[in-house]
């Protein structure tokens, strides 16, 4: 069966819901990009100060408040973890980057 052969109210239907999709795909994507403006704040702070780029305890914290949030909106917990653990590791990598442009600014300001 293709897509033209669904009936008209089911093809109206898909689409309503894909339109939903969209939409929801498009804020998870700005939500994303509100939360790299911030960590990238977090890393240059953190490069200031001379603190580590990662912060094991407060990843501990943040898994078990995601898992938490996922099981009472009825999300797969382990899915949240695998998606935080991922965003995560971007950011780790994102304050290293920060951390080794900063140590070479203070380097050459220091030359």
Same mark, same amino acid.
């Given at each position: 069966?293709?897509?033209? @052969?669904? %009936?008209?109210?089911? +093809? ?22 509100? #939360?790299?403006?911030?960590? &990238?704040? /977090? ?11 990662? @912060?094991?305890?407060?990843?501990? #914290? ?5 898992? &938490?949030?996922? &099981?009472?909106?009825?999300? %797969? ?10 965003? /995560? ?12 442009? +900063? ?7 220091? %030359?």
């Amino acid at each position: 069966m293709t897509t033209k @052969d669904i %009936d008209e109210s089911v +093809s109206a239907e898909l689409n309503r819901l894909r339109e939903s999709i969209d939409n929801i795909d498009a804020a998870v994507v700005h939500m994303l990009a509100e #939360r790299f403006k911030c960590t &990238q704040q /977090v890393g240059h702070l953190k490069a200031a100060h001379h603190l580590p780029p990662a @912060d094991p305890a407060r990843e501990s #914290r943040q898994i078990a408040r995601l898992r &938490q949030l996922a &099981q009472s909106a009825h999300l %797969d917990p382990a899915f949240a973890e695998k998606l935080l653990n991922f965003i /995560v590791a971007e950011v780790i990598r994102h304050h290293e980057r920060i951390a080794e442009e +900063s140590a070479n600014g203070q380097a050459a300001a220091g %030359d």
